[in-house]
């Protein structure tokens, strides 16, 4: 097994997330912590250092108004392993108006955004790293993209984590006003035309903050290999031809990796505080049944433990989910399997929610689909009832619930791309192989196909489903858990450590 770095290097993770709020997931009250985003993953992360034995500390930007409502519930709930652990002064807040009164973490108006970014920059950059003197530093996304040009500049390794494939711009002149000292490390930022001077460049040729980490980092990331290969080849033409051409530069010279993210130890059904009735890979078969009435219930669905239930659980957008695929087949799915009684069940925001209340309506199907805003307890019950979840997306940088499917015994049926390639593999019970159901042709034919696949599962005699069932829980959560990931970040950190600086 993997041990801490030897010298127990000092390693400082920047991430600008103390909560993941995705797109329609509603306000404050709302709130998860476990939402699978960058939030959670450094959470899981810095705990998991902590119990192999690293010396690691946290900046993070002093969001009042979020922690006066959440801190107490975040940093106990969440960060309550670290805590307990850590002295007070390993979590260190930037300090800066623009984000005290923030309800969110982003605002959703660029500009505004930008301004939180830099202001968190600058005082990681003034006064933090000076504080902490790490031996690494650890970036993710956008929002620390400007901080690998100085940890170059100062001779730090520096690692950039590629979660999400978003970026924002801004002049020198206006990282300068934000007060940052971008002339000390202009020539390891990355412009979006090529800079000749620093005079040049200040006040009209935009800085790229996404690609700049990329760029300056002396590792990078992504958090799935497949992702980082499809990057690399080229086949995802919404990433920008700057940041494919410099991830493909750190890949080449053996600077890039993928490392999967995993799920929250607390997705477990064997301790999972918000379903109805726990159980594990030896019991799931009656528990799940119990779980599946009890939730058929609640949401005004036959109840029938036999129906077979197919639960969606990521946010209802149609420009990465694939929900516009399960809305062309929605209603003939119900309708082929009409006598197995066939249930759908949304938990989710979204643009496309309106799409799936009208097919109920207008087919009058409402004891066949239960479509339901997004809600933390609501969406565990639908794990443990369930017995498939969708995930069509068409890209996918890493990926979560088909990783909780498994643990829950809930089975995938998934487009294959980015993490879902990497974590689901196609069922085969007659060799006691594969986890979920894939598709590789991204249309609603393709989700056709695969759901027929999972429906020709679910029609198998109950011993082999039960027998196959328990070795997929089984696998999960040896395969999907956040130590191994922990593990492979601290084998990066030794890497880095061991080779030579470059500048």
């Not at 041990?3 to 290097?9: E, G, Y």
């Not at 049944?289 to 036999?306: A, F, I, P, S, W």
């Not at 069509?392 to 909780?404: A, N």
């Not at 089975?411 to 689901?424: A, E, K, R, S």
Request: hydrophobic share 40%; net charge negative.
């Amino acid at each position: 097994m993997t041990s801490a770095p030897k010298k127990s290097p000092r390693i400082l993770i920047v991430t600008p997330e103390v909560t993941y709020l995705p797109e329609g997931m509603g306000n404050m009250s709302n709130f998860s912590a476990k939402a699978g985003g960058l939030a959670d993953v450094s959470a899981a992360l810095i705990s998991c250092l902590f119990d192999l034995g690293a010396d690691v500390h946290v900046a993070l930007p002093d969001f009042r108004s979020i922690f006066d409502g959440y801190l107490p519930k975040l940093f106990n709930r969440d960060l309550e392993r670290i805590t307990k652990r850590i002295e007070d002064e390993r979590i260190h807040l930037a300090e800066d108006r623009v984000f005290y009164y923030l309800q969110h973490v982003y605002s959703g108006y660029s500009r505004k955004d930008i301004h939180v970014s830099l202001a968190f920059q600058r005082e990681v950059i003034n006064n933090i790293i000076p504080r902490v003197e790490p031996d690494i530093i650890h970036c993710n996304d956008w929002m620390t993209g400007l901080i690998p040009a100085m940890a170059r500049r100062l001779g730090i390794p520096c690692l950039f984590t590629v979660h999400n494939i978003h970026t924002m711009t801004e002049t020198m002149a206006g990282i300068e006003d934000r007060g940052i000292d971008a002339a000390a490390f202009w020539n390891y930022l990355y412009f979006r035309n090529t800079p000749h001077s620093y005079e040049e460049s200040r006040g009209h040729n935009p800085v790229d903050f996404l690609t700049s980490g990329v760029f300056a980092s002396h590792y990078v990331n992504t958090v799935s290999p497949t992702f980082l290969k499809e990057i690399i080849e080229n086949r995802h033409p919404f990433v920008e031809p700057c940041l494919q051409q410099e991830l493909s530069n750190k890949y080449y010279a053996g600077c890039a990796d993928g490392i999967l993210n995993a799920p929250d130890p607390e997705f477990n059904p064997a301790v999972d505080e918000m379903i109805q009735f726990n159980y594990g890979p030896k019991n799931h078969r009656i528990k799940k049944r119990e779980n599946k009435t009890y939730l058929q219930e609640m949401l005004g669905l036959d109840v029938d433990e036999n129906a077979p239930v197919f639960f969606w659980p990521s946010r209802l957008d149609p420009v990465q989910k694939g929900c516009d695929l399960l809305s062309d087949i929605a209603f003939e799915i119900v309708s082929k399997y009409w006598d197995s009684k066939l249930q759908l069940i949304f938990v989710a925001n979204g643009a496309f929610q309106k799409h799936f209340h009208d097919i109920a309506d207008f087919h009058r199907i409402r004891n066949r689909i239960s479509v339901n805003d997004f809600n933390e307890a609501l969406s565990h019950q639908a794990f443990a009832s369930s017995d498939f979840l969708f995930m069509p997306s068409s890209f996918e940088p890493c990926g979560l619930p088909q990783m909780t499917g498994c643990i829950y015994g809930t089975l995938p049926v998934v487009f294959d791309t980015g993490g879902l390639h990497d974590t689901i593999r196609q069922l085969d019970p007659d060799n006691g192989k594969g986890n979920g159901f894939l598709f590789n042709v991204h249309d609603s034919n393709g989700l056709k196909w695969a759901v027929d696949r999972a429906m020709d599962f679910y029609f198998l005699d109950d011993s082999v489903k039960e027998r196959e069932i328990k070795r997929i829980m089984t696998d999960g959560v040896l395969e999907f858990n956040h130590t191994a990931c922990a593990e492979k970040y601290i084998n990066l950190y030794e890497k880095m450590l061991e080779r030579p600086f470059i500048v």
